[in-house]
C-alpha cells in the first residue's frame, strides 16, 4: 500500500495537511486490519466445523428435535384445558372485634386475627389436602373425568394408580393462593371438560366452607368447655374458703369475732348516747322539780342503770385472762384472713360465672364466615395450554441445551 502526501497548487503543507494524511493513512490501516481478522475468524469457522462433523448432530438432537417434538405436542396433540377460578375469604362475624381480647379470668371467646390467619392456612392446606381429595371422591367420579380416552397421554391419569399419584396429579390440577394483604384466597382449576371444571371448584367450596364451620364449632365449644372447667375451679374454690370459716368458727367456739366486738361496740355506743340523752333531760327537769321528786327520782335511776350496764359490758370485754385474749386474738386474726380469702374467692366466682355466660352467649352465634368474594362461572373457551408461550420456551429451552453442548464439545476439543 503506498499513501502518498501531495498539494495540489504545488505549495508547502502546513501542519494540520500532514496530521490529517497521517490520520486518514492509519484509518485505512485499521479496516484492512479488521478484514483481514474477519475473514480469518470465517475461515477458522468453517475448518471447525469441517474438522467436528458430530456438531450438525448435536444441532439436530439438542435443538431441531425438541423443538419440532414440542411444536408437534403443544400445537396438535395437546387437550384443551378449561380453568374456572373462586375468590373466597375467612372472615370475622360483626361485633366479634370487641370481644378479640382475653377477659379478667383468661377465657377468650372472641375472634383474635390470629385465630382467622390460622384457619385460612388450615383452608389452604386443606384444599390441597389428601382428606379433600377423598371426600371429592366419594361424591364426584374424579377419576374417571380425568382419565378418559380423549384426553391426550401425557395429561390423562392412570386410574389404576394408588391414591398418593392421584394426590400428586390432583395437585397439578388444582392450584389455591393466598393474597398476604387482605387474606383473600384464590382457587383455580383447570379440567378437561368446562361443567367438570365449574362441578369440582363448587364441591371445592363447599366442603371448604363446611371444614371453616367445623373449626369454627370447635373453637366454640373448646371455649364453653375451657369456661366450664374455670368456673368449676372457681365454685370448688370457693365452697372450701366457706367450709373453713365455719370449722374456724365452730372449733374456736366464736359465732363470729368480729361481729361480736362491733356488736359490743355498737351496744355501748348506744347505752353512752342513752345516758346522755337522760342526763340532759335530768338537768332540765332539776330547774323546776325539788331533787326528792319521784321524777328525779327515776331519772336518776335510770341512768345509774346505764352506768352499771356499760361497766358491765366493758368487763366483760376486759375481764379476760392473757390466755384468752391470746386465743380471741387469734380467731380474729384467722377468721380476718379467711374472711379476705372468702371475698376475694366469691369476686372471682362471680367474675367467672359472667365470663361463662358470655362464652355460651358466643357459642350460640356464628363467630366467622366463609365468604364467597368472586363466585365461579363457568368457562367458555379452553385458555390451557398456552401453547404458543410453550412452544417459545421449548424452542428456547433447546437452544440453551445446544449452546451448552457446542460450548462443552468445544472444550473437549
Known amino acids: 500500500m503506498n499513501v502518498e502526501i501531495r498539494n495540489p497548487q504545488g505549495q508547502p503543507l502546513t501542519t494540520a ?76 362475624a360483626l361485633g366479634g372485634s370487641e370481644k378479640a381480647n382475653p377477659d379478667s379470668v ?21 384444599v390441597l389436602s389428601r382428606p379433600m381429595l377423598e371426600t371429592l371422591e366419594k361424591e364426584l367420579p374424579l377419576r374417571a373425568w380425568f382419565s378418559r380416552d380423549s384426553i391426550d ?34 382457587l383455580t382449576v383447570n379440567a378437561f371438560d368446562p361443567q367438570e371444571s365449574f362441578t369440582l371448584v363448587q364441591a371445592i367450596l363447599k366442603e371448604a366452607e363446611a371444614v371453616v364451620n367445623r373449626l369454627s364449632l370447635n373453637a366454640r365449644m373448646d371455649a364453653v368447655a375451657e369456661s366450664n372447667r374455670e368456673l368449676k375451679l372457681a365454685e370448688d374454690r370457693m365452697r372450701k374458703v366457706r367450709l373453713e370459716v365455719r370449722d374456724l368458727r365452730n372449733r374456736d367456739g366464736v359465732l363470729d369475732a368480729q361481729k361480736t366486738n362491733e356488736a359490743n361496740l355498737k351496744t355501748i355506743g348506744e347505752l353512752r348516747a342513752a345516758r346522755v340523752e337522760k342526763s340532759i333531760q335530768l338537768s332540765v327537769a332539776q330547774r323546776d322539780l325539788g331533787p326528792n321528786s319521784n321524777r328525779i327520782i327515776e331519772m336518776k335511776t335510770q341512768i345509774r342503770d346505764l352506768d352499771e350496764n356499760i361497766a358491765r359490758i366493758e368487763r366483760t370485754a376486759t375481764s379476760q ?35 361463662n355466660e358470655r362464652a355460651r352467649i358466643i357459642a350460640a352465634r356464628q363467630i366467622e364466615f366463609f365468604s364467597l368474594i368472586v363466585p365461579p362461572v ?21 437452544a440453551v441445551a445446544f449452546a451448552g453442548a457446542l460450548f462443552a464439545r468445544k472444550q473437549m476439543a
Open 321 to 355: 385472762d392473757a390466755e384468752q385474749k391470746r386465743v380471741l386474738a387469734d380467731a380474729l386474726t384467722r377468721f380476718e384472713a379467711l374472711d379476705n380469702e372468702r371475698k376475694n374467692a366469691e369476686k372471682y366466682y362471680a367474675a367467672v360465672l359472667a365470663a
Open 153 to 186: 397421554i401425557l395429561s390423562r391419569f392412570n386410574p389404576e394408580k394408588p391414591i398418593e399419584r392421584f394426590l400428586h396429579y390432583w395437585r397439578e390440577r388444582v392450584a389455591i393462593t393466598v393474597e398476604s394483604g387482605s387474606g383473600v384466597m384464590v
Open 378 to 398: 363457568m368457562a367458555e373457551s379452553a385458555t390451557q395450554p398456552r401453547r404458543l408461550l410453550m412452544i417459545c420456551i421449548v424452542a428456547a429451552g433447546s
Open 17 to 92: 495537511d500532514k496530521s490529517n494524511a497521517v490520520a486518514e493513512s492509519l484509518r485505512q490501516f485499521a479496516r484492512m486490519s479488521r478484514f483481514a481478522d474477519r475473514r480469518k475468524g470465517i475461515r477458522s469457522y468453517q475448518s471447525h466445523v469441517k474438522r467436528d462433523p458430530w456438531l450438525p448432530v448435536l444441532f439436530v438432537v439438542c435443538f431441531v428435535l425438541p423443538t419440532l417434538m414440542g411444536a408437534v405436542y403443544y400445537g396438535l396433540i395437546a387437550s384443551d384445558r378449561y380453568v374456572t377460578e373462586a375468590q373466597f375469604a375467612i372472615r370475622p
Open 106 to 126: 383468661g377465657t377468650n371467646s372472641g375472634v383474635p386475627k390470629e385465630l382467622i390467619a390460622q384457619d385460612t392456612l388450615i383452608t389452604y392446606q386443606y
